[in-house]
């Protein structure tokens, strides 16, 4: 079983590369594999419009009621919590072939759609860059002391009931990713500033260890996302 989507494979992923060549690890996000929480900090808010359901793994028509793409994150999750140590050694030989096809070029985002502690990984490559989003306050707060792996970058997210750390990384020079609302058949035009803090269009590139510090990352909302109003995680809505 393949983890890692190679570059080319998840279509953010694809803009704004800079030269370099982004994985992902897409497990099944929360409880959607039937086993433990793959996002603690997870609201119910963003748990019902996950990115998990839009984009590429929507293009694929359901075959007896089955996704193919979002059938493999299950399994994938399945094999984390059921064979740890194999999914590892599956997941070191991924990361190092991948190092060594690309040139050095080659980044990695372990957690495309769940929020899990990889740190042992990460420490593994020193010379390699990972890089996440993250609702984990502890996890945020040791990166920005200096505590995690320094080729490991962490972005905040905005939950909907978050706000206040969400202010609270930004003052000390953390990055916070926002979704904003997009409704269908309304043009979309990225806010200047949020909670008093400029931001930068997210979706031009998914590499944010190579954003400037103390930024807000403005993201489209997509997917059912954009369907619904009054929904405290897509600011606007």
């Known amino acids: ?34 086993e433990k929480n793959v996002c603690p900090d997870a609201t119910p808010e963003c748990i019902a419009l996950c990115l998990n359901v839009s984009g590429r793994s929507m293009m694929f028509p359901n075959v007896k009621g089955r996704n193919p793409i979002l059938d493999a994150r299950i399994r994938k999750t399945q094999f984390f919590f059921q064979n740890r140590t194999e999914f590892l050694q599956t997941l070191r030989k991924e990361i190092k072939n991948a190092v060594k096809r690309s040139n050095g070029k080659a980044v990695f985002r372990l957690n495309g759609t769940s929020d899990l502690d990889f740190l042992d990984i990460i420490r593994e490559f020193p010379t390699v860059q990972f890089y996440d989003y993250t609702k984990s306050p502890q996890r945020m707060h040791e990166f920005l002391l200096g505590i995690l792996p320094p080729n ?44 008093g803090y400029s931001t930068i269009d997210g979706d031009a590139s998914d590499l944010r260890f190579l954003d400037s510090k103390g930024i807000v990352v403005a993201l489209k909302a997509k997917g059912t996302a954009r369907k619904v109003s009054g929904n405290r995680f897509i600011v606007g809505s």
Do not use: Q
């Open 1 to 34: 079983m393949r983890l890692l989507t190679k570059p080319g494979g998840n279509a953010k992923l694809t803009h704004g590369t800079n030269g370099y060549l982004p994985y992902v690890l897409h497990l099944a996000p929360a409880r959607s594999a039937g």
């Open 152 to 195: 490991y970058h962490l972005t905040f997210s905005f939950s909907g009931r978050n706000a206040d750390l969400c202010r609270s990384f930004l003052a000390r020079g953390g990055n916070v990713a926002v979704a904003f609302a997009r409704p269908i058949g309304v043009k979309y035009n990225r806010p200047e500033t949020w909670e």
